[in-house]
């Protein structure tokens, strides 16, 4: 089983930049298409964005799009989340997760697509 472990998270102010890293143990991750979920308090999780393998395709949330940038570096086993113009809103525990083998990109954006999760980090925006 494949682990991940997020880290990066923290507390910034609204309009501030973070990023976050999840690196794999996996020695296949380059196989992998990646993805970030957040779950906020009281909340359901959902999804962030996605990366494919080679990194050749990223797929984001509307609520993200334009403030967020998924990117992963195949050589270091680990996904990244750029974070820019952060919200209140986005206040969450990040995860990372593989999508499964036999996956489809065309539903990335679901979270029963993915078998193996990180524990999470927290960010938190203060306004």
């Known amino acids: 089983q494949v682990q991940l472990v997020e880290s990066g998270g923290g507390l910034v102010q609204a309009g501030g930049s973070l990023r976050l890293s999840c690196a794999s143990s996996g020695r296949t991750f380059g196989s992998y298409a990646m993805g970030w979920f957040r779950q906020a308090p009281g909340k359901e999780r959902e999804f962030v964005a996605a990366?494919?393998?080679?990194?050749?395709?990223?797929y984001y949330a509307d609520s993200v799009k334009g403030r967020f940038t998924i990117s992963r570096t195949n050589t270091k086993n680990t996904v990244y989340l750029q974070m820019n113009i952060l919200k209140p809103e986005d206040t969450a525990v990040y995860y990372c997760a593989r999508l499964k083998v036999g996956g489809s990109w065309s539903r990335v954006n679901r979270l029963e697509e993915y078998d193996s999760w990180g524990q999470g980090t927290q960010v938190t925006v203060s306004s």
């Open positions: 990366i494919g393998g080679n990194g050749g395709i990223t």
